[in-house]
Each structure stands twice: as structure tokens, then as C-alpha cells.
């Protein structure tokens, strides 16, 4: 069992930046695939970006890359989303989310364990 808790979630106006963390608790974290989701209002749920346990790699949405970066901290379980030129379509529940490496890390739909997500609002 993984254990998430997501933080840093707020308001901001367009162009500002915001930093969400989730910490990990439970299994091994450094054996996990973690990624970052978000669900507007109406929408499904997306992931945005994976971190890959191994190499570090990282991979995101077109809709996100080049403005948010993923990365972790094994030392403090704790995997980050910084959120730079935040536009108001970023707006949505973030939610963090963490699935067993195995040969690589899953599609967004095998992810399996799941925070309980903080919102981020950015107003035009």
C-alpha cells in the first residue's frame, strides 16, 4: 500500500507559478512510477507527468512541457510538480498518483494509488 498526500495547491493570476508536493508513505517509494494528474470541472482526469524511479526520466503532455516540471526527493519521499506561466486552463483538482515500476513505468491508466488532491485556481 502507498500512502499520498498532496500540498500546495492555491489561487494565482495567469502567468504566476505554483509548486505542489505529495509526500509518500507506505511501500518502498523508490521503487514507484509517480505522476501527476488533474481533473478540470467536465473533464476526465489526465495525467500530465511521470517520473521514472530508475533513471529519473520524466515525461509530460504536450499541454504542460516546457511550463511544469516533475521531480522527487527520495530522501524526504516526496515528489514535486513546479508550475511556471500558469494559464487558466490549468485550472483543476491536481491529484498525485504512484504505480510499481515493473520494466518501466505504466500507462496513466494503471496508476493506482491516488492522493486526495488540491486544487489550483488561476484567474485571467
Known amino acids: 500500500q502507498v500512502q499520498l498526500v498532496e500540498s500546495g495547491g492555491g489561487s494565482v493570476h495567469a502567468g504566476g507559478s505554483l509548486r505542489l508536493s505529495c509526500v509518500a508513505s507506505g511501500n518502498t517509494?523508490?521503487?514507484?512510477?509517480?505522476?501527476?494528474?488533474?481533473?478540470?470541472?467536465?473533464?476526465?482526469?489526465?495525467?500530465?507527468?511521470?517520473?521514472?524511479?530508475?533513471?529519473?526520466?520524466?515525461?509530460?503532455?504536450?499541454?504542460?512541457?516546457?511550463r511544469f516540471t516533475i521531480s522527487r526527493d527520495t530522501a524526504k519521499n516526496t515528489v514535486y510538480l513546479q508550475m511556471n506561466s500558469l494559464k487558466p486552463e490549468d485550472t483543476a483538482m491536481y491529484y498525485c498518483a504512484a504505480a510499481r515500476w515493473y520494466r518501466g513505468c505504466p500507462p496513466y491508466d494503471q496508476y493506482n494509488y491516488w492522493g486526495q488532491g488540491t486544487q489550483v485556481t488561476v484567474s485571467s
Open 29 to 66: 517509494f523508490s521503487s514507484n512510477c509517480m505522476a501527476w494528474f488533474r481533473q478540470a470541472p467536465g473533464k476526465e482526469r489526465e495525467g500530465i507527468a511521470t517520473i521514472n524511479p530508475n533513471s529519473g526520466g520524466t515525461s509530460y503532455v504536450d499541454s504542460v512541457r516546457g
